[in-house]
């Protein structure tokens, strides 16, 4: 814009309309380009299920609770992983005694 020059209110609003008409073209070239860019939505089940409820926090004495369990839990695998590999352990035969002694 020039300096010193008072410009038309006409001019303005001719200037103003045609930057809001690029405006909208671009607005819509955005808006092809973010269609393209997402994913095409999943057609719902025809019956809608309610939206889940947040869970609801647990005390500290709960969550210890919890992992005491879990712990014990994992101990008793541990103890039936462990006595399956002993059963398991396969003791040398006569052919293998034989060579070593």
């Not at 006409?10 to 008409?21: D, I, K, P, T, Y």
């Not at 889940?52 to 992983?81: D, H, N, Y």
């Amino acid at each position: 814009m020039p300096r010193g020059k008072r410009l038309d209110s006409a001019v303005l609003q001719a200037a103003l309309e045609g930057l809001e008409s690029q405006r909208q073209r671009v607005d819509q070239q955005m808006a092809q380009v973010r269609s393209l860019l997402r994913p095409a939505p999943k057609k719902r089940a025809a019956t809608a299920q309610a939206p889940a409820k947040p869970r609801p926090r647990l005390s500290l004495a709960a969550r210890k609770r919890i992992a005491a369990a879990q712990r014990k839990r994992w101990a008793e695998f541990k103890a039936k992983q462990a006595a399956q590999a002993a059963k398991r352990h396969r003791k040398p035969g006569k052919a293998v005694k034989s060579a070593t002694a």
